[in-house]
Structure formats: structure tokens, C-alpha cells
């Protein structure tokens, strides 16, 4: 407006204005009777010069001269060509009207007035004028003006097509009213209409672009967004007017814009874990409040438990709400007509707790029922209801419900719907097949690890066992306490690489050997030797099944016990000596009865399977009440903590070595897993040593000569007299005269029989013969053998271990049923 100048902008009558037009009076023969100073100004006659002239002076009634343009007809006027006073020709637009006759030259012809003015600054203001009409009714803008109390004054065509009403409907109310509910959503502006209009009117700054989303006056149904611009009005003297405003609907692009965003949004935020309900929540939070109010999730309660749901379409299975999420200020229950058996409404607001999964039922006619039904999507009103599918398997329903200002789903939002859910059911069905194998592997791995730990007199004990928190789930660590002849105990901790199913199995096979060679009393670098060459041997095998290219996959596919790491100690509660070996596993921590720390020099040999180096055993005593900690380097290790540093925090917290070793345990992972997971399995024993009491065990040596049968009866029945058990007399003579018997004649040297009151009575005869009795039938005509048969069906269990001296021959016996019980060892 500032462009134009004080008269032209205050008046929209144009250049043919009497007012400021150049004007002549013409007499009824064409001469001039009248001149404005305006026409002097265009034409450059006085009215001097020109008074009494005729029209056709300065305006010549046909072409000049050659090339020049004839008239030319006009809306309203015609253009001409004039003829200044020196000599120029102008072109300009001319029209005529005629002056009334009054009194007495009623009868003659009437004067004219002429009116003219430069044609160029005439078509100049009729294209502004074209401009401002076009703007009024063919605009595809909606413009609006607010006068400086923002109450519409004024507004064109398409704003009025939009609204539906005419302005008289309108007129006078303020924006706020018009649109109540609405904001604006571009980031560094006011949020109201009324704010951004007072910062307009009273900055003169404009805005442009600005997003609106709200509902027209006459829809409040539709949710639409517009793109809107501010500027204010003012007159040429720079008074305020009022604000203009132009908006432009921009819900298509913008809708399209949001999905697009929100399918960005979806692929960064679904299915980052391997958690159904996690995957579940997930969906519901890309979904509300951008795409819908409230959003429910319900799982086929097969699918939550990994297993295979019913693909069969039509059927009705039991479904699980394991996630829902509404929008703060909505209330709708996203479930629809559902019959919640465990609550109903529940919703999760933003930032709120997980609802806890629970059973869920649709009625016949609901919109998830129909959904169930047919297999496909149902829509109705502001609710749609999406089954999601993997394999043409249903895996559940989700369900989105519009907010306070529903509105039906359209084309691009069902498929966004579509794609969102889609997305969803993939990442479900991936959790679903892990969850199934996690299940499997973790019940694996709990039936092969000890559950219940028998009660050992050799030490009290406890035990924490800490899966993996990473996708892929369980692993192979374990640990076991196994009873050896003699009152003895091996202790057992070890770690398979990998996790899964394979590594579960893995471990399963592992302890099952070990327990197998602990039974024969072998020294702890022995058995390991053997584990070793069992593993080394599987692994072979398995190379040689699959063939060079390896496994079916067509890569190597190695035994996954290559690279276990074990510890296996035996300890001994008579003499209070501890033999251990390892095979790359750490060397367990020993806390003294004094507290003194420290980690013994245990040669640490190379892991399982791998070969060409020995194993080493290293023997120590411990005295009574010594606290040894035996552990996977899970426990001690992470990915943003040294090993040192964790072997440090677990020497401080075993300091406090007095304490139960159930507390011990929960002090340890409260240290060294504060969170409660683990980036790798953890396993850890504590075990605190005791030592039987003198009078628990009695000891002799005999001369290997036959005489000393009878005084080993003698003496092992005396002992039994003292510990008040005469009543296992007989089959312990039996089992004596047999053992002693045997070792006089297979055997040299000096023999030593040994009676220990435990948990129940073992007999012992050592010699230094290494060649093990067999049991055996004996036929009716055989002179001997039959005295070991005898023995074995008078205990409960015998066998034989080895030493580096000799051989030891051991029978154990329960405790009649009366019988007190031998008093606890000593701790």
C-alpha cells in the first residue's frame, strides 16, 4: 500500500475519477467551455489557450498520422490518442458523460464532459483492481481481516466456502471464538490465535507459515491443519486497521508428512528388543497421540507364550492385553465393547507404569470379534480394529480408537495403520520364536543345574545362579557340589561359550561327565585330562559327520564344549587339604578364618578341547571356617568394567567373611550387578570349610599277613560298640573280613582300614595294590567269590578311588532308623 500514493490509496474509483481525472466541459458543437487544472497538467494547455477551442485540437477524431493505433473501445472508456501542446502524442483513456440542461436550453442539445487520463496508469489500476477482485472470489487462499479488537470484519469467497456460512453469520467474533479449540504447532510462537494476533498488531512484524490445527466452526468433527500468514492493516497515515489473515488447508499434505514421519518413527522405535511386551508398548507409544487417542494391544495367549498359534481363520482364540496407552486428557476405553475378566478401561497414560498382562473376552458384535471372525480389518466410526499376522498366522489385535473429536479413518491412515501393524507383527513373531527358545533353553539349563544342593559335611554352602540379560538369552555356565567317598566334596564351576539352546545342551553334557568322573575318585587335573579328551573327542567327531564344508550352512561348525573353562577342587574335611585344577577358568578367591584374602598361584592349563598342554593340580589346606568363592568371569567382568576391578569388588565384599553365606551371595551381586542383569551368565559358590571331629573317625594300620582279618573284625566292631551302632555289627564284620581278605592276598605292604561316623558309616581299606575288586556272579561249583557280592547287597554303596600309593576300597551304611545321628562336623 505504501507504494501508492495518498489518493490512490484512499480511493478505489480509478484514474478516470472526476475528482483527479483531467476534465473538460464541451459546449454541443465540441467546444471547450471548461479546463482542470489536471487536464492542463496532462495536455499542457491553459485554460487560457484552450477555452473557446474545439475538442479536436488536443484530440483529434481519427489516427493522427500513419502507425498510430485507432480507438479502441474499453470498459467503460476508450482509448485514444491526444496531442499535447508540443506537439507529443499521448495515449489515453477517455470517456464522456453528458451535462443535464436546466431553464431555457431544456430544448437543445446538452454539453459534455470529457474526461481523460493516462492510459497506462488506467490499465495499471484496473489490473489492481483485477488483483483484489480475484482475491475476494477465485483466491484458493482463505482470507480473512480482523479489525484491532480481532473481531472479523470481512472475509473472501473460499474462506466462506470452507466455513459454510455466509459472513453475516460470523461477523463480529473474535478468532478465539471462531476456533476455540485449536493451536498453533510451529515451535518458537504463540499457541493461540489470539496471541498471535495481538503480537501482530502491536509489532507490525508479520508471520508467515505458521500450522494451525483445529476444526472449522461449522465441522468440529474434522480436524484440519492450515497454513496461515499475519500482516497488519493500516491506512497512509500509518493507523492501525486491523490484521489480515491468509490460510491455506494443508491437512492432505500434512497428514501425508505425519505418516511418512511416523513410519521413520516406527522403524527406529519397534522391535528394539526381543520382548513381546516391550514390542507391544512400542507401537503404542509411536501411536498416541500423533496417530490415535488411545491404542490397545492384545496378544493370542499362545503367541505370549512362544509357542505356535492356531492359523486356522474364524476361530476365536483367548487373547492377553499386554500393552495400552491413551493420551492425557482422553478417556475412551480403547478395548471397544470388550469384557476385561481381570479390569476393565485400564489405560496407560504417557510416562506411566506397564499394565500388567491380563485375559481379555469380546463379545459376539464387537469390532474385535468381527475382526477375529473374518481375519481382516474393521473399521466403524473413530475405532479400527487391525489383526496382526506373521505367515498368514493371527498373532493378536490392535485396536485404535480416535479422542473427544472423532473422525473416520481415511484411506492413507488405514494403510498407515496397516504398515504400522504389520511392522509390529514381524518384530512379534521374531520375540515369539526367541521367547519360544529362550524358554526351552532356560528350562534346559534350570533342569540340568543343581536345584537343590545336598547338605555336605564337609562345608556349608550357597549359590547364585544369574542368566544373561542379552538377546540371546540363557548360556552355559554351571556349577555343581558333588559327594566323594570319604567324607570328601568336589567342587565344580564352569562356563560354556555361547548361549541359546546349543550352549544349555552344551553344559547339560559337560556336568553330566563330570559328575560321572568325580565318582571315581579321580585327582582333579585327571579328570579334567579325561574332560578334555571327551571334548576333544565330540569335537573330532562331529567335524568328521559334517564334512570339510561344514555344517549346513556351509561354514564351520565347531563343537561348541571347544573353549569351555572349568575349576574342579576337591576338598577333604579329615585332613583339611583342598586339591584344584583348572582348564582357563579363574582361580577361586580364600578368605582365611583371619580375613586375609587372596587368590592361590593355581596353573591355570588351557581350555577344554583345545589340547597339547597338561593340567596341573595344586594342593593347600584350609583351615577350619576358611571361605573359598568359586565363580564365572560374568560375575566379575562387563563390557565398562575391568576383570581387576571387578575381582577387587568381590575381595572386598567376601572381607566381611563372618557373615551368612547367604548374605555374602546377595552383598556379591548387589556390588558386582547392581541392576540385577548381566551382560553374561554369573555364576557364583561360596563355600565355608568344617573338618569332622577326632571321634568321628578312627584309623589303624595291619600288617598284610592273614592274621590281621580277624583283629580288623575286632577292631571295627569295638569302634562300633563306642559309637553305640553294634547294630551294623555284622555286615561291617562281613564287609571287613572281605576287604581285608582281598587286600592280603592281592596286594603288599602295610594295610589300613578306616571307620568315619558322617551322615552315615563308611568303611575303608587301603593298600597299595592297584588293581579294583569286581563284582561278580559265581557259579554253584566256584569255591570263592562271593564275598564281594555278599558285601554289596548288605550296603548301601561301595567302590574304589585311587591314590598315588595304592587303592582304597570303601562301603557306606545308613544309620538305623532310631539312631540320633553323628554330631555335626566341626565349622
Not at 496471541?195 to 472449522?216: C, K, N, P, Q, W
Not at 511386551?277 to 507364550?305: G, K, M, N, S, Y
Not at 567373611?657 to 551381586?669: K, Q
Not at 556272579?777 to 554289596?792: K, N, Q, T
Amino acid at each position: 500500500m505504501n507504494a501508492w500514493n495518498a489518493a490512490e490509496s484512499a480511493d478505489f474509483r480509478g484514474p478516470l475519477d472526476v475528482t483527479r481525472a483531467a476534465t473538460a466541459v464541451l459546449d454541443a458543437h465540441g467546444r471547450v467551455i471548461g479546463w482542470s487544472p489536471a487536464a492542463e497538467r496532462l495536455l499542457g494547455y491553459s485554460s487560457r489557450d484552450i477555452i473557446g477551442r474545439h475538442v479536436d485540437t488536443f484530440l483529434p477524431p481519427g489516427p493522427v498520422s500513419a502507425g498510430q493505433p485507432p480507438p479502441v473501445q474499453m470498459s467503460g472508456s476508450e482509448a485514444r490518442t491526444a496531442r499535447h501542446r508540443d506537439g507529443r502524442l499521448l495515449r489515453v483513456a477517455t470517456t464522456t458523460c453528458p451535462l443535464a440542461a436546466t431553464g431555457d436550453d431544456a430544448d437543445t442539445e446538452p454539453a459534455r464532459v470529457l474526461v481523460a487520463a493516462e492510459l497506462d496508469g488506467l490499465r495499471v489500476w484496473e489490473a489492481r483492481q483485477s488483483m483484489l477482485h480475484g482475491l475476494a472470489t477465485q483466491s484458493p487462499l482463505g482470507l480473512a481481516i480482523y479489525d484491532t479488537d480481532m473481531r472479523l470484519t470481512w472475509f473472501n469467497a473460499t474462506y466462506g466456502r470452507e466455513v459454510g456460512l455466509p459472513l453475516r453469520a460470523f461477523l463480529g467474533k473474535r478468532a478465539d471464538e471462531l476456533y476455540p479449540t485449536g493451536e498453533f504447532v510451529t515451535e518458537g510462537y504463540p499457541t493461540t490465535l489470539r496471541a498471535v494476533m495481538r503480537h501482530v498488531l502491536s509489532t507490525g512484524e508479520s508471520i508467515l507459515d505458521l500450522h494451525f490445527v483445529g476444526y472449522l466452526p461449522t465441522d468440529p468433527g474434522t480436524e484440519h491443519v492450515w497454513s496461515c500468514s499475519y500482516y497488519r492493516l493500516q491506512d497512509a497515515d500509518g493507523r492501525v486497521l486491523g490484521v489480515c489473515e491468509d490460510a491455506f488447508d494443508i491437512t492432505d499434505r500434512y497428514r501425508a508428512q505425519r505418516r511418512l514421519n511416523l513410519l521413520v518413527e516406527a522403524g527406529g522405535r519397534i522391535g528394539t528388543t526381543l520382548d513381546m511386551a516391550v514390542t507391544a508398548r512400542e507401537i503404542t507409544e509411536v501411536a498416541v497421540p500423533d496417530f490415535a487417542a488411545a491404542v490397545t494391544v492384545d496378544l493370542v495367549q499362545a503367541v505370549l507364550e512362544g509357542e505356535e498359534p492356531d492359523p486356522a481363520i474364524g476361530t476365536v482364540p483367548a487373547l492377553v492385553r499386554v500393552a495400552s496407552r491413551s493420551a492425557p486428557e482422553s478417556g475412551d476405553d480403547a478395548a471397544g465393547s470388550g469384557d476385561d475378566t481381570a479390569r476393565s478401561g485400564d489405560e496407560t497414560e504417557p510416562d506411566g507404569p506397564p499394565p500388567t498382562p491380563y485375559r481379555v473376552d469380546y463379545p459376539p458384535g464387537s469390532l474385535q470379534y468381527r475382526s477375529l471372525s473374518s481375519g481382516g480389518m474393521v473399521r466403524e466410526e473413530s475405532t479400527m480394529v487391525v489383526p496382526m499376522r506373521a505367515g498368514g498366522t493371527l498373532l493378536g489385535l490392535v485396536t485404535f480408537v480416535r479422542g473427544e473429536h472423532p473422525s473416520v479413518f481415511d484411506s492413507g491412515e488405514i494403510d498407515l495403520a496397516d504398515e504400522l501393524v504389520t511392522r509390529t507383527a514381524v518384530c512379534l513373531d521374531n520375540a515369539r520364536r526367541f521367547t519360544r527358545e529362550h524358554t526351552a533353553a532356560l528350562t534346559l539349563q534350570r533342569n540340568l543345574l543343581p536345584q537343590h544342593l545336598p547338605t555336605q559335611s564337609a562345608v556349608d554352602l550357597a549359590y547364585r545362579y544369574l542368566p544373561s540379560d542379552n538377546r540371546a538369552g540363557v548360556g552355559g555356565d554351571w556349577f555343581d557340589v558333588i559327594g566323594l567317598s570319604g567324607t570328601r566334596v568336589g567342587l565344580v564351576v564352569g562356563d560354556v561359550v555361547g548361549h541359546g539352546l546349543q550352549a544349555a545342551a552344551t553344559m547339560g553334557r559337560l556336568r553330566t561327565t563330570v559328575r560321572a568322573l568325580a565318582t571315581l575318585d579321580l585327582a582333579p587335573d585327571e579328570l579334567l585330562s579325561r574332560l578334555d579328551d571327551v571334548v576333544g573327542q565330540s569335537a573330532q567327531e562331529q567335524a568328521i559327520a559334517l564334512g570339510p564344508d561344514g555344517g549346513p550352512g556351509g561354514g564351520p561348525n565347531e563343537d561348541a564344549a571347544t573353549g569351555v573353562t572349568c575349576l574342579y577342587a576337591v576338598y577333604d574335611p579329615v585332613s583339611r587339604r583342598c586339591t584344584m585344577a583348572r582348564a582357563g577358568h579363574l582361580p577361586p578367591a580364600i578368605v582365611d578364618p583371619e580375613g586375609g584374602l587372596y587368590f592361590p598361584d593355581l596353573p591355570p592349563g588351557p581350555p577344554l578341547g583345545l589340547g597339547g598342554l597338561p593340567f596341573e593340580s595344586l594342593e593347600i589346606e584350609l583351615p577350619v571356617g576358611s571361605l573359598v568363592a568359586l565363580f564365572t568371569d560374568g560375575l566379575v567382568e562387563a563390557r565398562d568394567r575391568d576383570i581387576d576391578v571387578g575381582l577387587a569388588t568381590l575381595g572386598r565384599v567376601l572381607g566381611d567373611h563372618r557373615r551368612p553365606l547367604e548374605e555374602l551371595c546377595d552383598h556379591a551381586l548387589e556390588e558386582l550387578l547392581p541392576d540385577g542383569t548381566a551382560p553374561d551368565d554369573s555364576a557364583l559358590l561360596l563355600v565355608r570349610t568344617r573338618e569332622l571331629d577326632t571321634r568321628q573317625v578312627a584309623a589303624w594300620e595291619l600288617p598284610a599277613e592273614p592274621a590281621a582279618v580277624g583283629k580288623a573284625r575286632e577292631l571295627a566292631t569295638g569302634q562300633l560298640r563306642t559309637w553305640d551302632l553294634e547294630e551294623l555289627s555284622y555286615a561291617t564284620e562281613l564287609a571287613v573280613s572281605e576287604l581285608v581278605t582281598n587286600a592280603v592276598r592281592h596286594a603288599a605292604g602295610p594295610l589300613h582300614l578306616r571307620l568315619l561316623r558322617d551322615l552315615t558309616l563308611l568303611t575303608e581299606v587301603s593298600d597299595t595294590g592297584h588293581t579294583s575288586p569286581h563284582l561278580r556272579h559265581s557259579a554253584s561249583d566256584d569255591e570263592g567269590g562271593r564275598g564281594l557280592f555278599i558285601v554289596a547287597q548288605l550296603v548301601q554303596r561301595w567302590g574304589t578311588r585311587y591314590t598315588p600309593y595304592g587303592k582304597t576300597i570303601w562301603t557306606e551304611q545308613a544309620f538305623p532308623p532310631h539312631y540320633p545321628g553323628a554330631p555335626r562336623p566341626v565349622g
